[in-house]
C-alpha cells in the first residue's frame, strides 16, 4: 500500500529557505500517471495548495508564494522536494505532501504532515 | 484569503443528517469537478468525495456530494460522534488549486 511520509527540518530562521522531502514507499512515484503535491495548513486555520508537479515533469504553483517555490522529483529516489525561500513568521505551517490526480483535481493520499516553524 | 466560502460550523445530533455548501463562481466550481475532504482532530486530511459526487473505497454511502452551477454540497446522513471533523471543499480555479473556509462538524 501506498504511503507518503514527510520530512525535513522542523525549524527555520527568518530569511531562509525551507526544504522538505516527501518519500513514497510501497510502490513508484512514476507510476499511475499521477501528480504530487504539496499542501500547508497554518496552526489553527485552513489548507493552502503550495503546488503540484505533474507527471510530466511540469509544475504548477499557487500564485501567491510562486516567486518563493520549488517544487522537484528524484525519481531515483523515490520521492519529491519542496523548497520555499526568504521565509516569514506566516510560513509557520504543517506541510503535507499529497498524490494528486492532476486530470480530475483531487488529493487522493497523503502524508501524515510535518510541522514547520520560522523562528530565529 | 480562500475564493470558496463554507459555513463556520454545522451541528446535529447522533443519526440526523447535515448538509455543507460550498459557494464559489465561474472560474472555479462552475468549471471544474469539486471535492471534498474530512479533516479529523490532529490528523491529516482524507480524501472524501471525489468529481463532484463519488466516493474512494471505503468511504461509507452516508456521504454524499452535488453540485449545481457554482455551489457544491456534501451531505452526511446517519451522523455518528466519529464525523465530528472540519470538512473542506477544494477544486481547480483558473491556474491554481483553492480550498474552502472550512466547516467544523458538531454531533450534538
Known sequence: ?120 | QSVLTQPPSVSAAPGQKVTISCSGSSSNIGNNYVSWYQQLPGTAPKLLIYENNKRPSGIPDRFSGSKSGTSATLGITGLQTGDEADYYCGTWDSSFYVFGTGTKVTVL
Request: charged share 15%; glycine share 10%.
Open chain 1, 1 to 120: 500500500q501506498l504511503q507518503l511520509q514527510e520530512s525535513g527540518s522542523g525549524l527555520v530562521k527568518p530569511s531562509q529557505t525551507l526544504s522538505l522531502t516527501c518519500a513514497v514507499s510501497g510502490g513508484s512515484i512514476s507510476s499511475g500517471g499521477y501528480s504530487w503535491s504539496w499542501i500547508r495548513q497554518p496552526p489553527g486555520k485552513g489548507l493552502e495548495w503550495i503546488g503540484y508537479i505533474y507527471h510530466s515533469g511540469s509544475t504548477y504553483y499557487n500564485p501567491s508564494l510562486k516567486s518563493r517555490v520549488t517544487i522537484s522529483v528524484d525519481r531515483s529516489k523515490n520521492q519529491f522536494s519542496l523548497k520555499l525561500s526568504s521565509v516569514t513568521a506566516a510560513d509557520t505551517a504543517v506541510y503535507y505532501c499529497a498524490r494528486t490526480d492532476g486530470d480530475y483535481w483531487y488529493f487522493d493520499l497523503w502524508g501524515r504532515g510535518t510541522l514547520v516553524t520560522v523562528s530565529s
